[in-house]
């Protein structure tokens, strides 16, 4: 069962604590945060469970099909909450949903601005199977 763990910059249900954007950060704590992606995406290849898992920058454009002949219509805003821009993802390939929640967790854990776990929400989303059909348990 593969699932994608996406991150995002701040968004989630709730947040623990305020937590600044890494720019704003001390660089030797976005080293430790980075650091602590890295030790994550070593321990799940070591497991076999790592499909793939990818930081994104910041900078984003929207792109949407301008019609038949016509050039992609792009825009650089307005854009939503920045509770929906993505910041990176693991994809995992996994024996079941509970093992997906738990590396997710692991993956909320990573140190903060303070150096303390972020208690970041890590959204998880079961990816289709090669059918096309809704994933399901096996």
């Given at each position: 069962?593969?699932?994608l763990?996406?991150k995002?910059y701040?968004?989630?249900?709730?947040?623990?604590?305020?937590?600044?954007?890494m720019?704003?950060?001390?660089?030797e704590?976005?080293?430790?945060?980075?650091q602590?992606?890295?030790?994550?995406?070593?321990m799940l290849e070591e497991s076999?469970?790592?499909?793939?898992?990818q930081?994104?920058?910041?900078?984003r454009?929207f792109?949407?099909?301008?019609?038949?002949?016509?050039?992609?219509?792009t825009?650089?805003?307005?854009?939503p909450?920045t509770?929906?821009?993505?910041?990176?993802?693991?994809?995992?390939?996994?024996e079941?949903?509970?093992?997906a929640?738990?590396?997710a967790?692991i993956?909320?854990a990573?140190?903060?601005?303070?150096?303390e776990?972020?208690h970041?929400?890590?959204e998880?989303?079961?990816?289709y199977?090669?059918?096309?059909?809704v994933?399901?348990?096996?």
């Amino acid at each position: 069962m593969r699932f994608l763990l996406l991150k995002h910059y701040r968004g989630g249900p709730d947040n623990h604590h305020d937590v600044p954007p890494m720019d704003q950060w001390e660089p030797e704590r976005v080293d430790d945060h980075m650091q602590s992606l890295r030790d994550i995406s070593r321990m799940l290849e070591e497991s076999g469970e790592l499909v793939d898992a990818q930081a994104l920058h910041e900078e984003r454009v929207f792109v949407q099909y301008g019609g038949e002949g016509a050039s992609p219509v792009t825009t650089d805003g307005p854009y939503p909450e920045t509770s929906d821009l993505a910041a990176g993802w693991y994809m995992v390939d996994v024996e079941s949903r509970e093992r997906a929640l738990e590396i997710a967790a692991i993956v909320s854990a990573g140190p903060d601005q303070h150096g303390e776990p972020m208690h970041e929400w890590i959204e998880v989303r079961q990816v289709y199977t090669d059918d096309g059909g809704v994933p399901t348990e096996d």
